[in-house]
């Protein structure tokens, strides 16, 4: 119906009584949304997803494995060759490591948001009168809690075979709440790809397109003089080489320099244009 209300003339008095358009009287009936209800409902949706973890311990495979093999794998095979011995290498290769594994994991943001599309949860979702934004952020803010563990175990490791940071403890969880902010930001690209994707797969596969050039193009393993002039340039202007370099000058030398500040504000970019599109797409698939 177009209108809100018809009138109908009852049988026998002639009397006009006013019927509601039942789309209307239901969208009149549901009060909006305020900002400390959302905040709420995001907060419930990532209890929910911790929940989920915990019942499911196979999702912190990737957050507990990959630090422990990357960061020993890396150093004593390529230590040698590319600083010449681990301990010289490992001022290099750690920060690396960290921002690495970080962006890698919150690639799974957008395979379990597919997942609980295809097995119907977020119907159910839709018929709770709660935030659009809720069932998107709530598994996000979960997440945080595996950034944290895959960029922590990291550093322990990189200190169990030798690593140093210069910076201190401040410098290395500066450099963690870095790592961690800017998988976050990233995360709502993988989350827009996972409203948009067929299947998890699909959505796995397109992330690590995405994700993995971008991660190894980079000059989180080698220094960018090393690199061939055309690379070096791309090098150069990739995020996460800023990322990269920001966790460096936090760990090694406590320095919060301008890689920091591209950093943060290159997140915030991510943040302002796809939060909104991942929104604006789960609404018209729901």
């Known amino acids: 119906m177009t209108t809100a209300t018809l009138d109908?003339?009852?049988?026998?008095?002639?009397?006009?009584?006013?019927?509601?358009?039942p789309a209307t009287a239901v969208a009149r009936a549901r009060p909006r949304v305020s900002v400390a209800e959302t905040v709420s409902q995001t907060l419930s949706m990532?209890?929910?997803?911790l929940k989920k973890m915990r019942r499911n311990p196979e999702q912190f495979f990737d957050v507990t494995l990959q630090p422990l093999l990357f960061t020993a794998m890396f150093a004593y095979i390529f230590g040698g060759a590319i600083a010449g011995s681990v301990h010289n290498y490992l001022p290099l290769l750690i920060p690396g490591i960290v921002a690495q594994t970080v962006l890698t994991t919150c690639m799974s943001t957008g395979v379990q948001l597919r997942e609980d599309m295809e097995k119907g949860v977020f119907d159910r979702f839709k018929s709770l009168p709660i935030a659009r934004l809720a069932p998107l952020a709530g598994p996000m803010v979960a997440d945080l809690v595996r950034y944290l563990i895959a960029a922590s175990l990291t550093f322990v490791t990189g200190v169990l075979i030798g690593y140093r940071p210069g910076g201190g403890l401040f410098g290395v969880l500066g450099a963690i709440a870095l790592s961690i902010f800017t998988g976050w930001a990233?995360?709502?690209?993988?989350?827009?790809?996972?409203?948009?994707?067929?299947?998890?797969?699909?959505?796995?596969?397109?992330?690590?397109?995405i994700l993995f050039?971008?991660?190894?193009?980079?000059?989180?393993?080698?220094?960018?003089?090393?690199?061939?002039?055309?690379?070096?340039?791309?090098?150069?202007?990739?995020?996460?080489?800023?990322?990269?370099?920001?966790?460096?000058?936090?760990?090694?030398?406590?320095v919060i320099s301008g890689e920091v500040g591209?950093?943060?504000?290159?997140?915030?970019?991510?943040?302002?244009?796809?939060a909104p599109l991942s929104v604006y797409s789960y609404k018209r698939h729901m």
């Open 262 to 274: 591209w950093t943060l504000l290159a997140g915030l970019a991510v943040i302002m244009i796809f």
């Open 186 to 209: 990233l995360a709502w690209i993988f989350t827009f790809i996972g409203t948009l994707a067929r299947n998890a797969r699909s959505v796995q596969g397109i992330s690590m397109l």
């Open 8 to 21: 109908q003339t009852q049988p026998g008095l002639g009397a006009r009584i006013p019927i509601m358009d």
């Open 46 to 49: 990532a209890w929910r997803a």
């Open 213 to 254: 050039p971008l991660t190894f193009l980079s000059n989180a393993f080698v220094r960018v003089g090393t690199l061939p002039g055309a690379l070096a340039d791309f090098v150069r202007v990739n995020p996460v080489s800023h990322l990269v370099s920001a966790a460096r000058d936090l760990a090694n030398q406590g």
